[in-house]
């Protein structure tokens, strides 16, 4: 449980962040988005007790981050942003070093530390100096770092950055199987992973809240949302009939010379049995049709244009 | 004082992880045998006492304990690792002593290497060990107080050669103080009393009085509030500069 109460912090001038507020219960994985600058490390940073908060008060867990620190700290697993470690030790060091702070003692902080092992596969670089580790081993030792004591809040800075697509994969199915009762927070620059892990969305930029809703209301924000694109194989036939039909609010030209674009009046299910029997009657050369969730990408820039 | 330790253990283990350790305690060594019978003509003094090696002490460490000192939170800031440190739950104060200690444990480590000295002066006459274990003691002490400055001058910036820097220039003001070509200097432009409170400042003074044996409880107490009022400025500092 988290709750962020009309937090504010100031860079002299600069307000980083502004008098944002939102609660996020357990079993909640927020993907935190926003563009650079926009606050969110600021933010994880304040929850974390990294920053103290100009004005506004954060509660983790029933703790007070500023009077209750270490308990509060306690209950929380942090990647910070770029994963730092101690480079001169070896991953099985530093994660050893981590389970004695978490106070985890033998049996079972020999057994969390194989698990955690075995969950990020980091066996195979075990006994080499981090600062020697490639980008995604030392994402996944400071992932690994996170989750050693089974953290009630967890809290990751873009965990996937400098990933490739299997360890970007294998980071989202860790973070899928974390039991229901977690509450994760995911600051990203990459949409789609919101939509792939987690259940809601806060979007931010200059510090401010835009958005707060689950990756589903983000996708029906898209004028794209249930739209139906019709993809012909050879040279696009006149469709100019389908202007006229009830169905149909809107028609775009699409990107591709041999496709059009349908912006449904109300769902795409309508719609679909419609342009089929259309398709048919003016026997069009349809190559494919198929209807789209939404342009995140679109959403995200008309959001955070107006700040 | 469990989280002193576990940090004790990393920040120990750290020194002998990269060559800082070595590097350290072989320069100590060598340096520290160099000044003792080059320039301290330990043998050509017919005196079966360990003073040529003490009295060379605030000059070594001027250099090598800043050298030292100067990672221990200039490299948290630069790799980032201090947002881990502060997030862990750990008071700001455990991490401070943690690394103090571990550094001053280094610096205990190479004094204790330095021990065949101590059976020459033995084996070649009957020195008084009360006054070389009162040395070791007043030169451990005073370690500790160019540490304390040391890592003071490494919270306050990111730049490890920039801390270096800054804390030999601030423990050569602090060697320097009480030697008469400052007091000499001083002599008739300030009143007695000021020049009196200068002179009591400087390490090599209350230095002086543990290598001539005297372990008196004001010397002792200066090492350790300079200890302590160092280490609290780089608390300060550490906890206003750690997110810049």
């Known amino acids: ?307 | 004082m469990d989280m002193i330790k576990i940090l004790f253990k990393r920040e120990f283990s750290s020194f002998f992880a990269t060559p800082v350790a070595y590097v350290f305690i072989g320069i100590f060594l060598v340096l520290s045998g160099v000044f003792t019978f080059y320039f301290g003509n330990l043998y050509e003094r017919g005196q079966a006492d360990l003073a040529p090696f003490f009295n060379f002490h605030p000059w070594l460490y001027l250099f090598l304990v800043p050298a030292m000192a100067m990672r221990t939170w200039s490299e948290e800031r630069k790799s980032g690792s201090i947002e881990l440190l502060m997030t862990l739950p750990i008071t700001p104060l455990q991490a401070m002593l943690g690394k103090f200690l571990a550094a001053w444990a280094v610096l205990a480590l190479a004094l204790a290497l330095t021990f065949p000295l101590w059976i020459t002066v033995n084996y070649l006459g009957a020195p008084d060990n009360g006054v070389i274990i009162a040395s070791y003691l007043g030169s451990w002490l005073m370690a500790g107080a160019f540490l304390a400055i040391g890592m003071c001058m490494s919270a306050m910036t990111k730049s490890q050669v920039i801390a270096f820097i800054l804390s030999v220039v601030v423990c050569f003001i602090f060697v320097l103080i009480g030697t008469p070509m400052v007091l000499n200097a001083l002599k008739g432009i300030v009143p007695a009393v000021i020049l009196d409170a200068v002179a009591s400042l400087s390490f090599v003074s209350h230095f002086q009085t543990l290598v001539k044996g005297v372990i008196s409880l004001q010397d002792v107490l200066y090492f350790v509030i300079a200890i302590a009022v160092w280490l609290q400025a780089g608390l300060v500092l550490i906890q206003q500069k750690k997110a810049d």
């Open chain 1, 1 to 307: 449980m988290i709750q962020i109460t009309n937090l504010t912090k100031q860079f002299g001038d600069f307000t980083a962040v502004d008098n944002l507020s939102f609660d996020i219960k357990p079993g909640d994985i927020v993907g935190f988005l926003g563009p650079n600058g926009a606050g969110k490390s600021t933010t994880m940073k304040m929850i974390t007790g990294f920053l103290e908060p100009s004005a506004g008060e954060i509660k983790v867990n029933g703790f007070n981050i500023d009077s209750h620190a270490l308990d509060a700290k306690k209950t929380i697993g942090y990647l910070p942003e770029g994963a730092p470690a101690y480079g001169d030790m070896t991953p099985a060091q530093f994660l050893s070093f981590i389970a004695d702070v978490r106070g985890l003692t033998g049996s079972e902080k020999t057994q969390r530390i194989k698990d955690v092992i075995a969950s990020v596969e980091l066996e195979s670089v075990l006994d080499r100096p981090i600062d020697n580790l490639s980008k995604g081993f030392k994402r996944r030792v400071g992932l690994a770092q996170a989750i050693i004591h089974d953290p009630k809040v967890l809290i990751l800075d873009e965990p996937t950055d400098g990933l490739d697509p299997n360890q970007k994969h294998q980071v989202r199915k860790l973070i899928e199987n974390l039991s229901k009762d977690k509450l994760v927070i995911i600051s990203t620059h990459i949409l789609e992973e919101v939509t792939a892990v987690c259940n809601r969305a806060v979007i931010i930029a200059g510090g401010k809240k835009l958005f707060d809703g689950t990756p589903l209301e983000l996708e029906a924000q898209s004028k794209y949302h249930q739209s139906i694109t019709l993809k012909f194989t050879e040279g696009k036939p006149d469709t100019s009939v389908l202007n006229a039909l009830s169905e149909v609010k809107e028609v775009l030209e699409s990107e591709d010379d041999n496709a059009v674009t349908l912006i449904p009046q109300n769902d795409a299910e309508s719609l679909f049995a419609v342009l089929f029997a259309k398709s048919q009657s003016e026997s069009w050369p349809v190559a494919a049709m198929f209807a789209e969730r939404g342009r995140l990408d679109d959403v995200f820039r008309s959001l955070t244009a107006q700040v």
